[in-house]
Nanobody, 126 residues
Framework: QVQLVESGGGLVQAGGSLRLSCAAS????????MGWFRQAPGKEREFVAAINRSGGNTYYADSVKGRFTISRDNAKNTVYLQMNSLKPEDMAVYYC???????????????????WGQGTQVTVSS
């Protein structure tokens, strides 16, 4: 079992930055891949970014590529999402998720993830 707790959401003006954190517990953090997803009001939850267990491989949705950076600190059991140049369309509830399988082969597919956090709200004002 893995428990995930997100933090760092809030209100920011367009063009600003936020850093989200997701603290994990319950299983050795360095053994599984992590992802960030988001859900805006009235929309389906969508993939944002993912990182493999070592942090050596990262994956991004086209909509955030070049603006967001995912990273992880395995010593702190934490994954981060640095969000720069935020746009109103980035406003959503952001969720972190853990893929506990042996192979991190489909990092953008929600169905691959086994544990989810409760979400943190990101609001971007124009």
């Amino acid at each position: 079992q893995v428990q995930l707790v997100e933090s760092g959401g809030g209100l920011v003006q367009a063009g600003g930055s936020l850093r989200l954190s997701c603290a994990a517990s319950g299983r050795t953090f360095s053994t599984y891949g992590m992802g960030w997803f988001r859900q805006a009001p009235g929309k389906e939850r969508e993939f944002v970014a993912a990182i493999n267990r070592s942090g050596g491989n990262t994956y991004y949705a086209d909509s955030v590529k070049g603006r967001f950076t995912i990273s992880r600190d395995n010593a702190k059991n934490t994954v981060y999402l640095q969000m720069n140049s935020l746009k109103p369309e980035d406003m959503a509830v952001y969720y972190c998720a853990a893929d506990l399988s042996m192979y991190f082969v489909r990092p953008s597919r929600q169905q691959e993830y086994d544990a989810w956090g409760q979400g943190t709200q990101v609001t971007v004002s124009s």
